[in-house]
């Protein structure tokens, strides 16, 4: 990836003579910035550290107090202005124990773990027969009296796809698929894990308890062991499994969000407002989700502020609670939504590198759009036109007119990882992540410094 | 594959009329054999059938005594003779919960599985400090004094090669690192996983504690927690551990030999011994480990047994107990030592394509070797003239100078699974399975046909 950077940058020295901007935040300067990130090791020395001394860090525990803790003085030390911690209650779910066996006619554990919100079994778990279904309309088209009393397993066929998009639609098995089964007056439910891989470490995930629908086991097989219960029930039988899940709500907890800024030259301007989220699920030391999105978030503003105040100020949040339902994102978007934020961008889909950009600015920036395009294009990254939406946490900003720009990353991969024990630090590709920092590096400095005033975008309402 | 194949299969007719081998059992009838067998599946179906109604099957337990069950049911209706089964006694050892976690100063919990025969923690489990040794050597420097009451780390740096070669040198690592840890007086052992993955699925496996040594608890560590512990220690503060593993030794049980034939036409030429094991780790479905080796040995034999009756006995035994330390070979070779057994052959590497040769035969045999060696090339299957040394149940045999061959694996990805919850059916690539049934059916019909004597190896003595 060098080579063509460094062809670009020459390139653009040549031809940066024509541009109006003041050199030092011109494009000749944002190419150095974009290039110099290519270097970058602070946004794995974040995660590296982050996923080590906390490790996994589940919504409203103790083991997320620590992280916020441990993230004050990690952006303190790299120099970040107005480090601090705000905090908000949220009721608690922790997992117990988890197992699902087959009891007849083929004796066997299978890997499963609770998703999030699911009720207990007794600790002695319960024994159901097993019906399975091929898809989530297929269960949902089953008559209540067919599902009665018995474990349901729900099967799917999400493939692996470069944006993840097979996501938003399989997901919905994990989503609604346990309050189906509650209304229907399911004993419990098995989903094949929502997720591409193919080892025995099932994908958590949340998922709510529709209205009135009462909390039963909610659990996802590995797909490996998803597999095998297909096996098993496609040769006839009856098939019974002891199910044993014993989460606990703990009641109310506190959880948080941390600050960190760059102060800008001209509060006029507007805030800039980034980030990713603190939280991770449980089970893995939630590298991909989403140390990488406050590491990269992190070290770009970093250097924009390493390089110069910029004109707009940078507040970079790491959330708390993403995982389990967005009370970070919601209790920060409660007390700052009358504050002058006037762009966002949000980080939470990996390590891996930016391919694509998709822009949500005013139709009056596309000047903005275009100089960060030709910042973006020599990292590989191709320019769209689909609309930038955030993610869990910026997304009501978005939705409520406020510019953004989405620098999506390469979701391959992402899906073997997702919610599982495997999602750790040896799974980051540093260069990967590097290119990163620089996609982020290359938009904030265009975004922060812009002379133009960036707009509220129009389309809004309509999406 | 099937170009070259197709290839050579017509080539051979055109030459066959010169061969002085009666016309059915001749190259061409190999080369058809072999060719057929590229379509076979009658080996995935008996490692789908035994790895889904089964599935982990250790040794001398209840579920071990059901794969027998199985076996003969299976066997008998793919139409084998003699098909029973043979039983010896074992001391049985099973897991029990298994349990790490760093207390200090990172807390956070660890993948870990006990290795066979580890000792037991109290339930509540132990804490201790962690040592940590980047290699069994550093380990075996160090003074008692140094790890007494600790629990001792012990990395490694095996990688992944075609031939599994690794698997020797490390493997020490397991197989005497806890004996080590016993005479030095540790509190424990964990050592970084005997694989090549990078998934939190740690990788069992026996070790047997060396004479006067106390069993200790012993456990193994997924490869991403081996190295998060590593990234711990190298921060310089005490680490604390607290380690459960609360396996039991259950006394002594039943365990057998599962044995089929194809009954030879001349008893006075020997006979043939093939197979695999039956017994599997109980953390996975055994498809690797060793579902493939049964099932492709069998199917074989099945090939010659349906192309009309060979002119030596093919002896198939799926062995019990391999993994726990070969009290299935042990009881077989006791007791049929003094039958005329002239070759045999092990398949016990996983289901991954056959990719090298390796013959054990007797000089006077080498017109054999060449024959065999013929119909594997089309198979993309290398002559070598490193000597057959059969695996773990039939090893024995070939060191008091029985002739052998291996067909070897390509082992590239054999240790990611290995000894693991990974390794399940959906490992299996058909394709691949198909082609060791090739090969395995081109071998047998030389070495079964084969109208002169199989002689026994001069240099058996000198391995």
């Known amino acids: 990836m060098?080579?063509?950077?460094?062809?670009?940058?020459?390139?653009?020295?040549?031809?940066?003579?024509?541009?109006?901007?003041?050199?030092?935040?011109?494009?000749a300067q944002a190419e150095r910035l974009r290039d110099a990130a290519l270097k970058d090791d602070v946004a794995f020395d974040i995660m590296e550290g982050?996923?080590?001394?906390?490790?996994?860090?589940?919504?409203?525990?103790?083991?997320?107090?620590?992280?916020?803790?441990?993230?004050?003085?990690?952006?303190?030390?790299?120099g970040f202005s107005n480090v601090h911690i705000e905090t908000y209650d949220m009721p608690v779910w922790v997992r117990g124990e988890e197992r699902a066996e087959i009891v007849a006619p083929f004796p066997q554990r299978l890997a499963v773990t609770a998703l999030g919100n699911s009720g207990a079994t007794?600790?002695?778990?319960?024994?159901a027969q097993v019906i399975g279904f091929n898809s989530l309309a297929e269960f949902e088209a089953a008559s209540d009296a067919s599902v009665r009393g018995k474990i349901v397993f729900v099967t799917h066929a999400m493939t692996r796809t470069q944006d993840g998009s097979q996501y938003g639609y399989y997901g919905a098995v994990r989503r609604t698929g346990p309050s189906v089964a509650s209304r229907k007056g399911a004993a419990a439910i098995v989903i094949r894990s929502i997720g591409t891989d193919m080892h025995r470490n099932p994908h958590?995930?949340?998922?709510?308890?529709?209205?009135?629908?009462?909390?039963?086991?909610?659990?996802?097989?590995?797909?490996?062991?998803?597999?095998?219960?297909?096996?098993?029930?496609?040769?006839?039988?009856?098939?019974?499994?002891?199910?044993?899940?014993?989460?606990?709500?703990?009641?109310?907890?506190?959880?948080?969000?941390?600050?960190?800024?760059?102060?800008?030259?001209?509060?006029?301007?507007?805030?800039?407002?980034i980030g990713g989220h603190l939280d991770s699920w449980d089970l893995g030391t939630g590298a991909f989700d989403n140390a990488a999105?406050?590491?990269?978030?992190?070290?770009?503003?970093?250097?924009?502020?390493?390089?110069?105040?910029?004109?707009?100020?940078?507040?970079?949040?790491?959330?708390?609670?993403?995982?389990?339902?967005?009370?970070?994102?919601?209790?920060?978007?409660?007390?700052?939504?009358?504050?002058?934020?006037?762009?966002?961008?949000?980080?939470?889909?990996?390590?891996?590198?930016v391919w694509r950009m998709e822009p949500g600015l005013a139709p009056t920036n596309v000047a903005m759009v275009d100089r960060i395009a030709a910042l973006l294009a020599p990292l590989g990254i191709s320019r769209t036109s689909l609309p930038a939406s955030a993610g869990?946490?910026?997304?009501?900003?978005?939705?409520?007119?406020?510019?953004?720009?989405?620098?999506?990353?390469?979701?391959?991969?992402?899906?073997?990882?997702?919610?599982?024990?495997?999602?750790?630090?040896?799974?980051?590709?540093?260069?990967?992540?590097?290119?990163?920092?620089?996609?982020?590096?290359?938009?904030?400095?265009?975004?922060?410094?812009?002379?133009?005033?960036?707009?509220?975008?129009?389309?809004?309402?309509?999406?």
């Open 293 to 353: 999105g406050v590491a990269i978030t992190a070290a770009a503003a970093k250097r924009i502020m390493d390089s110069g105040r910029p004109r707009r100020t940078i507040r970079v949040v790491w959330f708390g609670a993403e995982e389990v339902g967005g009370n970070g994102s919601d209790a920060y978007l409660a007390q700052h939504k009358n504050e002058n934020i006037v762009f966002v961008s949000e980080s939470d889909f990996g390590a891996d590198r």
């Open 392 to 463: 869990a946490d910026l997304g009501d900003w978005v939705r409520a007119g406020v510019a953004a720009f989405d620098l999506q990353q390469d979701g391959t991969r992402y899906f073997d990882y997702h919610h599982t024990p495997d999602d750790t630090l040896d799974k980051v590709d540093p260069e990967q992540l590097r290119q990163n920092v620089a996609a982020w590096t290359a938009m904030l400095s265009v975004v922060a410094n812009a002379g133009e005033p960036i707009a509220r975008t129009s389309s809004a309402a309509a999406r």
């Open 204 to 273: 958590t995930g949340v998922q709510m308890w529709a209205q009135g629908a009462t909390p039963i086991p909610a659990g996802a097989l590995s797909l490996p062991d998803a597999e095998q219960l297909q096996r098993m029930l496609k040769r006839g039988k009856p098939v019974t499994m002891r199910l044993t899940l014993t989460p606990r709500n703990i009641g109310v907890r506190q959880s948080g969000n941390v600050v960190a800024e760059v102060p800008g030259t001209d509060p006029s301007a507007g805030i800039i407002l």
């Open 122 to 127: 007794p600790p002695e778990g319960i024994s």
């Open 2 to 27: 060098k080579k063509p950077i460094l062809a670009a940058a020459a390139f653009s020295l040549l031809s940066s003579a024509a541009v109006q901007a003041p050199a030092q935040t011109g494009p």
């Open 50 to 78: 982050l996923t080590t001394e906390i490790g996994p860090r589940l919504a409203g525990t103790e083991a997320e107090a620590r992280a916020r803790d441990w993230s004050v003085r990690k952006l303190k030390s790299l």
